[in-house]
């Protein structure tokens, strides 16, 4: 089992295991209350809603269970899930545990964050962007007709516990995006080897990936500057997200978006062929589809007509090697440049 201790606003730690044995030593002393809510959407409940329910079943449990898929990220599904705590008479001194992936740990988070002003919660990532990436960090959220994440809090969990077990049943579209994060981390750090990558899922790559993340969060809690780093290949990755209308998942939208990363950086940094080969090769280690049907002028549009942007610029975190990446502004016509 391995252990990270986070230290944002509130202090939290993280758990890594594999095999279900210890977790009720792993959890229980971060559930306050005697009520537990679990949150999960219908495929994680098909596999391990017993599973859950009897691990916990020294505690009052109420499991709520959400359809599967991003339109659960919805304003319906967050007052209904609030609406369920109060008439199952929540109350501030309870937990909330967000067993899932990014939908239902972004989703609970939310409603954790706002119920009764802030209840506990505890993070359970059964996928493995979840595991190496949301659960950690606190960003929660729910999304708008007109885009995703538009409402939202940062509200760091009291406990995140990681465990290979719940990987195991994964489909391979899911092993595939879950390794589209894992790729971003063994660029942005040499502390993620191709080797540790090309063996599978480990507490080891989970631990080198999150100490990462935790490194990250803990000195820049709410995106000020440096938590940006964990953008990199999101940025051109989002826009082709969305230009899929959400068809190409997550993590394989980020390798793609690592594809036009690497040929920003190429031009930015006059970067060698060997640190271009190096790069590409970690790139390319799980074989991703790194194709991308759409254009410069859609992915410019998007990119640079984003609601989060001024309209003049546009912060890329660009490598001028492996393990060192930078946060650079660049203009419309700089992006036009590089990528036509
Ligand atoms: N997923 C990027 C972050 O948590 O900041």
Redesign the pocket.
């Known amino acids: 089992m391995l252990k990270l201790k986070v230290k944002t606003s509130t202090k939290y730690q993280i758990t890594i295991g594999s095999g279900l044995e210890g977790f009720n030593q792993s959890v229980d002393k971060y559930i306050k209350g005697d009520k537990v809510a679990i949150i999960m959407d219908t495929n994680v409940s098909k596999l391990y809603k017993n599973l859950l329910e009897e691990k916990l079943s020294a505690k009052k449990v109420f499991t709520y269970i959400v359809p599967a898929g991003e339109n659960s990220k919805s304003k319906e599904q967050y007052f209904n899930l609030l609406e369920k705590l109060c008439s199952d008479g929540f109350t501030r001194h309870d937990t909330i545990i967000a067993f899932g992936g990014g939908v239902v740990g972004d989703l609970s988070g939310f409603v954790a964050s706002t119920y009764m002003r802030g209840i506990a919660l505890i993070q359970v990532p059964t996928t493995i962007l979840s595991a190496v990436?949301?659960s950690?960090?606190g960003?929660t959220a729910i999304n708008l007709e007109n885009g995703k994440n538009l409402v939202g809090a940062f509200y760091q969990p009291r406990a995140v516990y990681v465990n290979t077990e719940f990987l195991k049943t994964l489909p391979d579209k899911e092993i595939k995006s879950g390794f589209g994060e894992i790729i971003k981390y063994a660029l942005l750090s040499k502390k993620v080897t191709l080797d540790l990558v090309k063996n599978g899922i480990s507490e080891k790559l989970i631990y080198e990936c999150l100490k990462i993340?935790r490194d990250?969060?803990s000195k820049d809690e709410k995106?000020s500057s440096l938590?940006?780093l964990?953008?990199l290949g999101?940025t051109v990755g989002h826009a082709i997200e969305s230009l899929s209308k959400y068809q190409i998942s997550h993590g394989e939208c980020v390798v793609k978006g690592l594809i036009y990363t690497l040929k920003i950086s190429q031009k930015v940094f006059n970067l060698t062929q060997s640190q271009i080969d190096q790069i590409n090769k970690i790139i390319n280690c799980y074989n991703h589809d790194t194709s991308c049907e759409y254009s410069a002028e859609q992915i410019m549009n998007k990119v640079c007509f984003d609601k989060k942007g001024d309209g003049k610029a546009v912060k890329f975190v660009l490598l001028k090697d492996v393990g060192n990446p930078k946060i650079v502004s660049l203009t419309h016509q700089q992006i036009k440049e590089c990528i036509e």
């Open positions: 990436d949301s950690v960090g960003k993340k990250i969060v995106e938590r940006a964990l953008n999101h």
